[in-house]
């Protein structure tokens, strides 16, 4: 499967599925992404303290935050933000997570847990690069797709996209 193919598959899984399983979708990956080891070999300088400080909480919280509480967390972090444009990926996977995921919150727009689903991609590219011209041909591409796929697809009846 193509990336673009991917996208495509991954935009119809998100819009084909119901509310229940979008929320545990997004829920189990912003936990994943935001949990895992991404940023332990994020340098100190990338953020000021508060920033550091207002992170870690939205981090311990994202399962239980409300939008309100997440967004003044978003909010301390890019007040903080000391790069100049070019954060480290790591850490601008986990900020990113955390937008998306706090917007579907606000708003409740599928588009944003699509995106959450791309980034949880690119986390695992960033681990184990993928083949533009096969992306599911590494054992943890094809299995982060059978993630989204399943949780996704958890109150539905096939067909539905594949893993090919």
Known sequence: MRYDELEAAILQLV?????DELRAFGLETVTRLVQGELLDTVWDRE???????????????????????????????DAGIRADGDLDNALLIVITALEHWTTYLE????????????????EVDMEVPADLDDFLATPEM????ERIRRLLTAG????FPAAT
Do not use: F, H, K
């Open 15 to 19: 819009m084909a599925a119901g509310e």
């Open 47 to 77: 953020l000021d303290e508060d920033a550091w400080e207002a992170l870690a909480s939205a981090r311990e919280n994202v399962r239980t935050a409300d939008a309100d509480e997440l967004r003044a967390q978003l909010e301390r972090i």
């Open 107 to 122: 708003e409740g727009r599928r588009e944003e847990l699509y995106e959450l689903a791309l980034r949880s991609v690119e």
């Open 142 to 145: 094809a299995a982060e797709y």
């Open 156 to 159: 539905l009846t096939p067909p």
